[in-house]
């Protein structure tokens, strides 16, 4: 018999959910050296949605939260700078300001329905800490 793999985000019913799937595969890419049991804990997380238009973070805020855009597309504009940015499915959102304390000078801001992982900040480096 062929050894067979079980995905991660296999529910106990046998089902799976598209949006795990999702987020199994883009967890493995931002974060390659996560092993499978921190992987199991991040899938855990609350998946969020936003409607388009909705403000994610706000200029000069501080942000305790990371997001993995699972579907949908989130504009970072800075209009001091005149700087205007896509950021697409499989992207984090929210990660260098907790990485660095550092408060955005713009507003991220969901360009169509977002479906995204929720981190918490403690979690988030906790993961980034156990780099290998």
Excluded: H, W
Excluded at 29 to 49: G, H, K, M, S
Excluded at 105 to 124: K, M
């Amino acid at each position: 018999m062929s050894k067979v793999y079980v995905s991660l985000i296999e529910a106990s019913c046998g089902e799976l959910n598209p949006n795990k799937i999702k987020a199994e595969k883009y967890l493995k890419a931002v974060f390659p050296y996560v092993t499978r049991e921190d992987r199991e804990i991040l899938l855990n997380c609350p998946v969020v949605q936003f409607n388009p238009g909705s403000v994610i973070f706000k200029n000069n805020t501080q942000n305790d939260l990371v997001f993995l855009l699972l579907t949908g597309t989130v504009e970072y504009i800075d209009s001091e700078k005149y700087i205007q940015k896509t950021i697409n499915t499989g992207s984090l959102v929210g990660d260098t300001d907790v990485l660095t304390e550092y408060d955005y000078a713009g507003t991220f801001r969901a360009i169509s329905y977002i479906q995204a992982l929720q981190f918490n900040e403690d979690l988030y480096r906790f993961i980034t800490r156990r780099k290998r």
